[in-house]
T-cell receptor, first 116, second 116 residues
Framework: EAGVAQSPRYKIIEKRQSVAFWCNPI?????LYWYQQILGQGPKLLIQ????????DSQLPKDRFSAERLKGVDSTLKIQPAKLEDSAVYLC??????????????FGPGTRLTVL | AQSVAQPEDQVNVAEGNPLTVKCTYS??????LFWYVQYPNRGLQFLLK??????LVKGSYGFEAEFNKSQTSFHLKKPSALVSDSALYFC??????????????FGKGTKLSVIP
C-alpha cells in the first residue's frame, strides 16, 4: 500500500514570497490533515478535511495560509506571504475517516520550509 | 482542552538496557492516547494506542506502554533498547473536536538516544 506522498521535500524562500505544498493521501482515505511542526515542538494541526469539506481550520492563520482539497483526494497548502516564523516542517496525514476513535493517522515525510 | 506533557527533552540509555519515555495527560473524559516515532527526515510512524481495555498495550518494534489512570500517565517502554531505536518520540491524545470528528494533540517530543 502506497503511503502519503508530499512534495517538495525541501523549500527555501525569502520572506514575503509565496509557497505551495502538495499532498496525496493514501487511496481511500477520506480525512486529510495538515500539520505544522516547528523545531523542538510537536506537530500542530492547521486544517482538517473530510472529503472535500473543511472540518476544522481554527488554527490556520487565514490571513496568509490557505488550503484546498477540491476533488476530495489530493490537497494543496499555500502560504502567501511567508514570514520568518513560518519556517517549519509541514506534515500531511490521512486516515480512513475522522469519526472513529480507532482510525490511525498515517503521515507523509513532510516538507521542510526555510524562510530567509 | 486536552493535553499531554513529555517532561524530558532527551533520554539517553545504553544499548541492551530497558528504556522508558514518559508521558502524562490531562483530559476531561476518557483518555485516548497514542505514541508515534519520528526518524530523521521522515514523517511520524504510529507505535501503539490505548483506547480501552488492558492497561498494558503492546505495539510495533517491541514497544509497549502502560496506562496508569491514578497517575494520569502513559509511559512508553521497551525491555532492551537498540541503537536503531534512537529517534524522536511523541505522545498524543485524541479528543473529540465536534462535527463527528476526532483530532490528535501532540506533546513536544522526547529525543531518545541509545548509546552503543
Amino acid at each position: 500500500e502506497a503511503g502519503v506522498a508530499q512534495s517538495p521535500r525541501y523549500k527555501i524562500i525569502e520572506k514575503r514570497q509565496s509557497v505551495a505544498f502538495w499532498c496525496n493521501p493514501i487511496s481511500g482515505h477520506a480525512t486529510l490533515y495538515w500539520y505544522q511542526q516547528i523545531l523542538g515542538q510537536g506537530p500542530k494541526l492547521l486544517i482538517q478535511f473530510q472529503n472535500n469539506g473543511v472540518v476544522d481550520d481554527s488554527q490556520l492563520p487565514k490571513d496568509r495560509f490557505s488550503a484546498e482539497r477540491l476533488k476530495g483526494v489530493d490537497s494543496t497548502l499555500k502560504i502567501q506571504p511567508a514570514k520568518l516564523e513560518d519556517s517549519a516542517v509541514y506534515l500531511c496525514a490521512s486516515s480512513l475517516t475522522s469519526g472513529s476513535l480507532y482510525n490511525e493517522q498515517f503521515f507523509g515525510p513532510g516538507t521542510r520550509l526555510t524562510v530567509l | 482542552a486536552q493535553s499531554v506533557a513529555q517532561p524530558e527533552d532527551q533520554v539517553n540509555v545504553a544499548e541492551g538496557n530497558p528504556l522508558t519515555v514518559k508521558c502524562t495527560y490531562s483530559v476531561s473524559g476518557n483518555p485516548y492516547l497514542f505514541w508515534y516515532v519520528q526518524y530523521p527526515n521522515r514523517g511520524l510512524q504510529f507505535l501503539l494506542k490505548y483506547i480501552t481495555g488492558d492497561n498494558l498495550v503492546k505495539g510495533s518494534y517491541g514497544f509497549e506502554a502502560e496506562f496508569n489512570k491514578s497517575q494520569t500517565s502513559f509511559h512508553l517502554k521497551k525491555p532492551s533498547a537498540l541503537v536503531s531505536d534512537s529517534a524522536l518520540y511523541f505522545c498524543a491524545v485524541r479528543e473529540y473536536s465536534g462535527a463527528g470528528s476526532y483530532q490528535l494533540t501532540f506533546g513536544k517530543g522526547t529525543k531518545l538516544s541509545v548509546i552503543p
